[in-house]
Structure formats: C-alpha cells, structure tokens
C-alpha cells in the first residue's frame, strides 16, 4: 500500500506537494510497524522546520517513535483531529490521517526524496 503521486523518505513520511506547500504523515509501513498508535505530539504550527530532523513523537501501544520533517519550511497547518484521534493515522495514514503541512522553504530538497516505486525497492531491499 505505497501510493504513486507522493513522495517518501527514507524515514518512513510521506510528502503530497501541493504548489509550494507539502502535505505530510507516516507511511503504511511505519504505522503498521508501530501498532495502535494511541497519541502523537504535533509540530507547532508556525515553526521552523529543518528537512530531516524530528517533528515529534507517535506512540503506540509497541513503541514510541520520532517523525521526521520530509523537508524544511514552515508548519503552515497541523492536523487538529489528531489529538483526539490518533488512530485516524493507523486508519488511514494517507488520508485523514495527515499529520502536518509545510511551507516548502528549497523546492530543491524535494529531488532527495524518493518516488513511490523508489520507496518499494527500498522496502525490498530491506526485506520489509
């Protein structure tokens, strides 16, 4: 389940650009790696953000894991029905399980990402 028409890290988020903002979550893998994810720390929106340094926290009932911004910018929008369902990410992590919007800062960095057949071999080599 890794949709074409997104972009991915080698993290695990996944990236929907929109003109120069880009939408972003975890992925498929990530969230079915983690479990039932019962609560997720949100970016401040209006931060800063810098490509691959952490956003926050997903804790599930496994594990807790940090999510990494995809790229750097500013948080335009967070998704304020997390915190009161953050199931939504194991329910539909593409969907309604978004986690935050970035203003895209270098649209350059977007090249460092992968596509989504670049993210399957990835998963393949990594046997997952």
Not at 17 to 29: A, D, E, F, Q, S
Not at 67 to 96: F, M, Q, T, W
Request: glycine share 12%.
């Amino acid at each position: 389940m890794i949709p074409d028409g997104l972009l991915y890290s080698t993290n695990h988020e996944w990236l929907k650009v929109n003109g120069k903002t880009g939408r972003m979550g975890i992925t498929h893998y990530a969230q079915e790696a983690l479990g039932s994810v019962v609560y997720i720390e949100l970016p401040e929106a209006g931060s800063r953000v810098t490509a691959g340094e952490s956003l926050g926290v997903v804790e599930s009932v496994k594990a807790a894991s940090d999510y990494y911004a995809p790229v750097s910018g500013k948080v335009s929008a967070v998704n304020g029905e997390l915190p009161d369902s953050p199931g939504l990410i194991n329910e539909d992590p593409y969907g309604r399980g978004w986690i935050a919007e970035i203003d895209l800062e270098d649209p350059a960095e977007l090249d460092g990402l992968l596509s989504a057949q670049g993210y399957r071999e990835m998963l393949q080599k990594e046997g997952k």
